[in-house]
């Protein structure tokens, strides 16, 4: 596998990040490590307990690991999982909701027990929603923290749904997306109009606190988020960027997604 690693203290990068030659191969490789962390808690018999996003970004990656659990008997009955994000409002049937998604590209084809399973529900009363993220938050931390969490990147930045603006000690709870975002994630709705205006997202507060977060970025489209994120000071206005205050946070991108670094 062809990987290129920087380091840190050697040039003016403030995230590491690894360089694919294609995005399968990144995807491959990141299946591989949430592979490696799963056996070994199993090892041990702790649970293993991942971040997990939507979008094509980790599709790749969710499907290389159905193979391995389908070829090579890697078993996800120790595996946790906490999504991101869901639109607002939104029914967990509806063929749009990242419920859906992500029954269709992971949850459905592997042994994970339902209720090990955690998305945010978009169902929930609005006047509740605020007491819902704190319990989101909490039942992270009852589950004893997030080991790896799995990010994607919008073009402008954003992490989860958490847009330009979003406060780097957010925690789970409502927002309102961009106009550039819905524009974006139109393609999954029959029209613009279709797309929801709200979500309720993991903050940048909750992202912050996993143990060890793998941000995957594939494509030119991405290059500008991706060498904002890694070179400029870390700003609000791009949300990925505030990944920098983490210690064990590293970008995995293909050639393309590092034309500007
Ligand atoms: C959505 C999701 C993000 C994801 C982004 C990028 O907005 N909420 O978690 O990173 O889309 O999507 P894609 O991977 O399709 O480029």
Same mark, same amino acid.
């Given at each position: 596998m062809m990987a290129r690693t920087l380091n840190t203290n050697l040039i003016s990068n403030k995230i590491p990040y690894e360089i694919y030659e294609s995005s399968k191969q990144g995807a491959i490789a990141v299946a591989q490590m949430i592979a490696t962390l799963i056996k070994e808690k199993q090892r041990v018999g702790e649970n293993c307990v991942l971040g997990l996003a939507t979008g094509s970004t980790p599709e790749p990656m969710y499907a290389e690991l159905i193979r391995m659990h389908k070829?090579? @008997?890697?078993?996800?009955?120790?595996v946790i999982t906490f999504n991101l994000d869901e639109y607002?409002?939104?029914?967990?049937?509806?063929?749009?909701?990242y419920h859906y998604f992500m029954e269709k590209q992971l949850f459905a084809h592997?042994?994970?027990?339902?209720?090990n399973v955690h998305v945010p529900d978009g169902t929930i009363q609005e006047n509740d929603i605020k007491e819902y993220g704190a319990s989101y938050d909490k039942q992270i931390a009852d589950a004893g923290g997030i080991d790896i969490q799995i990010l994607g990147i919008g073009?402008? @930045?954003?992490? @989860?749904?958490?847009?330009?603006?979003?406060?780097?000690?957010?925690?789970?709870r409502l927002i309102t997306l961009d106009e550039n975002t819905r524009e974006a994630n139109a393609r999954n709705f029959s029209h613009l109009e279709e797309v929801p205006y709200r979500a309720i997202t993991m903050g940048i507060g909750s992202i912050l606190k996993s143990k060890k977060i793998m941000l995957l970025a594939w494509g030119d489209k991405k290059a500008d988020a991706v060498q904002k994120s890694i070179l400029e000071e870390a700003t609000e206005s791009v949300p990925a960027s505030l990944l920098q205050a983490h210690n064990n946070c590293v970008f995995i991108i293909d050639t393309a997604a590092s034309r500007l670094l």
């Open positions: 070829e090579e @008997g890697l078993s996800f009955k120790n607002y409002p939104m029914k967990p049937e509806s063929s749009q909701s592997v042994d994970i027990k339902e209720e073009n402008n @930045g954003h992490i @989860g749904f958490n847009e330009p603006g979003a406060s780097r000690y957010s925690g789970t």
